[in-house]
């Protein structure tokens, strides 16, 4: 195993999650890409452009706080570890970056509680595993 995908929201499973996707790519020295997924879109009820685009600013801005405090506990990781943000379909996006990114194993938690979705890791992990040409293990 050379390279693992580990899906994170912030959320307490999704740090369960990073602590295996660690442990795992030590043993198996292997590089680690942390993946959290965002919406730019907003909700569709707000109209106001301008509004758009703070919620929009603000997304991003959220995602990638999640991403440098994950990097935090990978000071000391013997490998590689790499941060991807995206915009879109949480599990859609998870399923692309794997596939394109050829990754061995895809690491996600049981269920998120963070604010992106309450649900980010329990129907988003099985559209993952329903979906994916990958080995993926969810974590609880």
Do not use: Q
């Amino acid at each position: 195993m050379k390279k693992i995908l580990v899906a994170i929201d912030g959320s307490e499973k999704s740090k369960k999650a990073l602590d295996k996707a660690k442990e795992i790519g030590t043993l198996s020295n292997s590089d680690i890409t942390i993946i959290t997924v965002i919406n730019t879109f907003g909700s569709p009820y707000v109209t106001d452009p301008e509004i758009k685009v703070k919620l929009s600013k603000e997304n991003i801005e959220y995602g990638e706080n999640i991403l440098k405090k994950a990097l935090e506990g990978f000071k000391d990781y013997p490998g590689t570890v790499d941060t991807v943000l995206k915009d879109g379909d949480i599990g859609g996006k998870i399923i692309e970056e794997a596939e394109e990114g050829d990754y061995d194993l895809v690491v996600m938690g049981s269920r998120g509680l963070g604010t992106f979705s309450r649900t980010f890791l329990g129907s988003v992990s099985n559209r993952v595993v329903n979906h994916i040409k990958k080995s993926v293990l969810i974590v609880k």
